[in-house]
C-alpha cells in the first residue's frame, strides 16, 4: 500500500508555543488529507479535511484558527497547533487520499504525539 | 453518515477464525462498509472495504448481509499480532470522510 509518513513523530513542547505537525505522501499524490485527534483510550476524532490548493473545512467543534491547516502542494499538509495548551496534548494522526482509482482507500500516517508543558 | 455498532471487546484463541459483528442498519446506498485496525499507538491500517458483495483478500474477508444492515469481517487464522482495535465505518460516499466509532478490541490469547 501507498506510504504516508508524519513528522515529528513525537514532540514535547510549553505551553503558549506554536507547533507544525508535516504529513507527507511518499509515494502517491494525496488531493485530499485529513487530520485526525486521539485521546488516550478514545476513538479517532476527524478535525479537519484538506484538499490541495483549498482552504480546509474543520470539523464542528474545531477551531480553525487554533489549528491551522495548509495543504500547499499534492505531498505535503501541515498542521499547526497555535498557542497550544496542556489540553492540546493528544495523538495527532492524518490520512491521505489519493485521485483516480485508488481514491476509495485512505492511507494514515503513523502519528505524531504531542505533549504541552 | 451512517452509525455503526460493534462490540467492545471480544476474545480469539490463536490460530482460530476471529469473526467480528457490525451494524450499520442506516448505512444509506453510496456508503461503503470499510474495516481498519489500530494496534496500539499507530495510526490505523486499512484492511478491507465492501459495498454489497462478500469481498476477500490476503488479510481477511468481508461478509455484507443482503440488506447491508449488517457486516462481519473475518480473520480466518488469528495470530497475537492481530491483536488491535478494529473499527468498523460507514465511508461517505461523496465526502470520503471516515467517522470513527469506538471499535472492537480483539485480544488474541495464545
Known amino acids: 500500500g501507498a506510504v504516508v509518513s508524519q513528522h515529528p513523530s513525537w514532540v514535547i513542547c510549553k505551553s503558549g508555543t506554536s507547533v507544525k505537525i508535516e504529513c507527507r505522501s511518499l509515494d502517491f499524490q494525496a488531493t485530499t488529507m485529513f487530520w485526525y485527534r486521539q485521546f488516550p483510550k478514545q476513538s479517532l476524532m476527524l478535525m479537519a479535511t484538506?484538499?490541495?490548493?483549498?482552504?480546509?473545512?474543520?470539523e464542528q467543534g474545531v477551531e480553525k484558527d487554533k489549528f491551522l491547516i495548509n495543504h500547499a502542494s499534492l505531498t505535503l499538509s501541515t498542521l499547526t497547533v497555535t498557542s497550544a495548551h496542556p489540553e492540546d496534548s493528544s495523538f495527532y494522526i492524518c490520512?491521505?487520499?489519493?485521485?483516480?482509482?485508488?481514491?476509495?482507500?485512505?492511507?494514515f500516517g503513523p502519528g505524531t504525539r504531542l505533549t504541552v508543558t | 453518515d451512517a452509525k455503526t455498532t460493534q462490540p467492545p471487546s471480544m476474545d480469539c484463541a490463536e490460530g482460530r477464525a476471529a469473526n467480528l459483528p457490525c451494524n450499520h442498519s442506516t448505512i444509506s446506498g453510496n456508503e461503503y462498509v470499510y474495516w481498519y485496525r489500530q494496534i496500539h499507538s499507530q495510526g490505523p491500517q486499512y484492511i478491507i472495504h465492501?459495498?454489497?458483495n462478500n469481498e476477500t483478500n490476503e488479510m481477511a474477508s468481508l461478509i455484507i448481509t443482503e440488506d447491508r444492515k449488517s457486516s462481519t469481517l473475518i480473520l480466518p487464522h488469528a495470530t497475537l499480532r492481530d491483536t488491535a482495535v478494529y473499527y468498523c465505518?460507514?465511508?461517505?460516499?461523496?465526502?470520503?470522510?471516515?467517522?470513527f466509532g469506538q471499535g472492537t478490541t480483539l485480544q488474541v490469547k495464545p
Open positions: 490520512s491521505a487520499r489519493g485521485a483516480g482509482s485508488n481514491s476509495y482507500e485512505q492511507y
Open positions: 484538506s484538499n490541495e490548493g483549498s482552504k480546509a473545512t474543520y
Open positions: 465505518i460507514a465511508r461517505n460516499g461523496n465526502t470520503g470522510k471516515l467517522i
Open positions: 465492501g459495498l454489497k
